[in-house]
């Protein structure tokens, strides 16, 4: 028996590891860097209580009918150190000051990313930002219940299979329990992340979104004691390779999460393009945030930081603003030279692959800096 069939059939939200009464079930590396539960079928007494509590395995046909709203905080600071418009942290600190705890994914000593809870506003540092790299979730839907159970309360950030999966484990939807999740276009291996990293040398300082040149143009900061590396998404190796879709997970190109509908309260995204959706914003490249209320909960918990001041929002036609998103319902399509990449990933030197994975001709140079000034040209004639 076993809790997946496939490998396209696994999210990794370790929810079976954690329900199983004989603690029979493990998290294994894969040899592309993802984990996949293993049975120890000596100990298992066929319960089945892995496969019930499987997102994946799980059918529901929840459709959800958002309220739509595009928002960013008023803090600048925030904003900006934010990935689009900052109202993770805005909803997070909001829970912290009513006592709750919060779960989001942050980095280990090693900057490998891993799921962290606390109820310090401090956390909030290293919560923030998106890392595009699977989160590990080791024990933490186990210690969301304990918290739960002494009538604590929780708020939960991740990706929409993790929500999934959480509530899955929880049986249920505990009133304390308030979850957000994004549109996700999926999660890169964290076995390509650990080898990019390495090669960076001694790492102090990880920044996937940073806004340097721009939140269009974001760019990834390592500041490690070799340096001070910025490059944006149209020339970082790793970030290439993520919006391309060859390092992704084998179950987000043909996500069931998508299928199904978010079940979480509150969805973030980035809102790239206004599309005609309101004329009370006008993009300055600071970051703006799409943000779907999923559920009464969710609309409360953003009327109540509207009426605080803390965020700027406004709601928009909620066709307008799902159509705008294609990643909300759509899987990224597969990448047919993902295969020779885990193959060559396996045996050569990553710093080969590197030099020779995306070759860019002086003319393809030219034209991604030609398009890169131009849209600074575009921002800066709108700001002023
Ligand atoms: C892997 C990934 C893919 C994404 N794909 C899209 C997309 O296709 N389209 C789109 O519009 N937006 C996408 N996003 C969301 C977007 O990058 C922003 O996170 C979102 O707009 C919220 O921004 P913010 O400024 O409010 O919050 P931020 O400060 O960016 O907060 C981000 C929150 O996400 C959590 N988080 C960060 N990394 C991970 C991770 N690896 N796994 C689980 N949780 C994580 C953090 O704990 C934090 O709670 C993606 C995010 C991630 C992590
Ligand atoms: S069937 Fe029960 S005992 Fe066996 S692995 Fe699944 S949860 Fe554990
Ligand atoms: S519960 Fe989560 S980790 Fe376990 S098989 Fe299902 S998706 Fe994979
Ligand atoms: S694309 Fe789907 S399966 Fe992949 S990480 Fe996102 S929610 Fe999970």
Redesign the pocket.
Known sequence: MSVYEEKNKCCGCSACVMICPKQCISMQLDDEGFLYPLIDKSLCVNCLLCQKVCPVLKKRDKKNNPNCYIAFSRNKNI?K?????????EL?KQQIEKGAYVY???FDENFE?I?KGGSSVELLEE?????????RMDDKYQEIKEILDKGGSVYF???PC?VSGLYSYLRGRPEKLIT?D???????SPLVWKKYLATFGNVKKVEF?NKKYGWHYFALHIESDKKNYYKRLDEDFYLKLFLDNTTLRPICYDCPIKKQGSMADIT?????SLNHMTDRVTDTDK?L??VLANTLCGEKCLEELEKRGDVFKTKVDSQKAVSS?L?LKKSASYNSKRNLFFDRLKNEEFSTLMNEWFRVSLKEKFRIKYVYIKTKIRFALKVK
């Open positions: 904003r150190k934010s990935s689009s418009g900052g109202l993770f942290t997070a989001g994914a942050g990313v799921h919560l923030r930002g998106s890392k595009y790299v699977q989160s950030s991740g990706a993790q957000q994004f549109i996700c276009h999926g999660v890169p979104r973030l995204a980035d809102c790239w970051g945030s799409l998103q990643a």
